[in-house]
C-alpha cells in the first residue's frame, strides 16, 4: 500500500475506536506528525499527536504492508 492509502485507512480507525469510546472524541482533530514503512518488521507506523488530551499525546496505529490494522497504542511499540 502507498502511504497516502495509510494515511486514509488510520483515519477510519481512529473513527471506529471514538466510536467503540476507546479513545476519547479530540482525537478526531489529531494531527498526523509521521508515516512511516519498516521494512523490517514489514509494517506501516503512523504517528498522532494531540495536545487536547492531559496524558499519553501521542497515539501509534500499526499496519501490514498490504494495509490491514494492527494495533494502536500510545507508546509506539
Known amino acids: 500500500m502507498t502511504q497516502q492509502e495509510i494515511i486514509e485507512k ?13 479513545l476519547p472524541p479530540s482525537w478526531k482533530d489529531a494531527t498526523m506528525s509521521k508515516a512511516t514503512l519498516n521494512q523490517d ?28 490494522y494492527i494495533v494502536m497504542n500510545h507508546t509506539g511499540s
Open 10 to 22: 488510520e483515519n477510519r480507525v481512529i473513527g471506529a475506536a471514538i466510536n467503540k469510546q476507546a
Open 41 to 68: 518488521d514489514e509494517e506501516w507506523k503512523v504517528k498522532f499527536n494531540n495536545p487536547k488530551v492531559d496524558d499519553n499525546k501521542d497515539l501509534f496505529i500499526f499496519f501490514s504492508l498490504d494495509g490491514n
